[in-house]
């Protein structure tokens, strides 16, 4: 049985309840009991006057806290009372059926006051403890997400580390003759070590950041040959600055995938770092085939570095890389990230 149905059976079991509670006071009060067509009239119409304020309160005014829904329920009380009232003495009249008459009509004024009370009351209660046990349950579910998302970056930082010991393995297992080869190990060993350091840090300084991009380089050279060229331009003073990790290789991965691999000449990347009044101005700019009249919006759909980068720096310090033409062509990438918040943190 689903929980509407259960909800629902629990409503008619309560009603019955209280119907039996009505007529025992009706008994004991003028000794006789309700004709069954006047019970059925007196808590289908509560029904129908309830269905209305159960959308009220559980549905329009759910975030209203129970103070102010406890405050509201002194005015649909006795309005909720009155209307009952009315209705089932005309209902009643109309069908000759049986009621209350003269001093004894305060019977059905307390009773009814007495229904709307304790049935809102055990509304709300139910309501409060239906939400309290679906934030437990979130609670829970959320607690098992971060318990795996821990073990699998755990998992992530265990990863590296054996790639890290497997790439020393092979280096020296490769003759001592092929030296560029150990080298190639070498330095992917070492791209490997600095993304496991990164994975670790917030910040890391500077020359780290160019180091890393130096690397990657030399070995994507291996690959292009008299292809790709570089240059990594940067003031001395802003080596110990400290900037997020693998911020400048993504947009120097996409210039040698997006520029500079198309061509059949090749091309040449420029990495400028200039500290400048109150920022650090980093421009990453290549030779490659440019933008050739695409919007920023097409450019970062086609690079995961670019867009990765630009949602990185909007999170962190508030705007994004700025993309222009390079002279005489290619692309150039821009950034450029506040000095205060680099030597605070």
């Known amino acids: ?6 909800e629902i059976l629990l409503i008619v079991l309560f009603y019955a309840l209280m119907g039996v509670f009505y007529q025992a006071v009706l008994n ?14 007196n808590f289908v119409l509560k029904a129908i006057l309830t269905i209305p304020l159960i959308w009220l309160f559980f549905k329009k005014l759910r975030s209203l806290s129970i103070w102010k829904k406890g405050w509201l329920h002194l005015i649909t ?20 059926l049986f009621r209350l008459q003269g001093q004894r009509v305060v019977w059905d004024v307390y009773l009814t006051l007495l229904f709307y009370a304790i049935q809102f009351g055990i509304f709300h209660i139910y309501i409060y403890s239906k939400e309290l046990r679906e934030q437990e349950l979130l609670s829970a579910e959320l607690k ?10 755990l998992k992530a930082q265990l990863n590296p580390h054996f790639l890290y010991n497997v790439f020393n393995t092979i280096n020296s297992a490769i003759p001592t003759t092929a030296k560029n080869a150990r080298n190639m190990v070498n330095e992917l060993s070492d791209l490997f070590r600095y993304q496991l350091k990164a994975s670790r840090e917030k910040r890391i300084p500077l020359e780290e950041e160019l180091e890393f991009v130096r690397k990657y ?38 210039s040698v995938k997006h520029g500079i691999s198309p ?73 450029s990230i ?8």
């Open 1 to 6: 049985m689903n929980t509407l149905k259960k």
């Open 28 to 41: 004991i009060d003028i000794g006789r009991w309700l004709n069954p067509m006047g019970m059925i009239i």
């Open 77 to 96: 009380m006795p309005l909720f009372t009155l209307i009952w009232i009315y209705v089932y003495y005309v209902l009643c009249d109309y069908y000759g």
């Open 144 to 153: 098992r997400l971060n318990a795996e998302s821990e073990l699998s970056a």
């Open 217 to 254: 380089l030399d070995l994507e050279k291996e690959r292009f040959g008299k292809r790709l060229t570089y240059e990594i331009i940067a003031d001395r003073e802003s080596a110990e600055l400290l900037i997020p990790p693998i911020i400048i290789q993504p947009i120097v991965e996409n």
């Open 263 to 335: 061509q059949i000449e090749g091309g040449h990347i420029t990495i400028n770092v200039t500290r400048r009044n109150d920022e650090l101005e980093i421009s990453i700019s290549d030779t490659g085939k440019g933008i050739n009249g695409e919007s920023k919006d097409t450019l970062l759909s086609k690079g995961v570095g670019l867009s990765n980068t630009n949602e990185r720096l909007i999170k962190i310090y508030g705007t994004g890389i700025k993309l222009t033409e390079n002279k005489p062509k290619g692309l150039c990438v821009k950034f």
């Open 338 to 345: 506040p000095l205060e918040k680099i030597e605070t943190q």
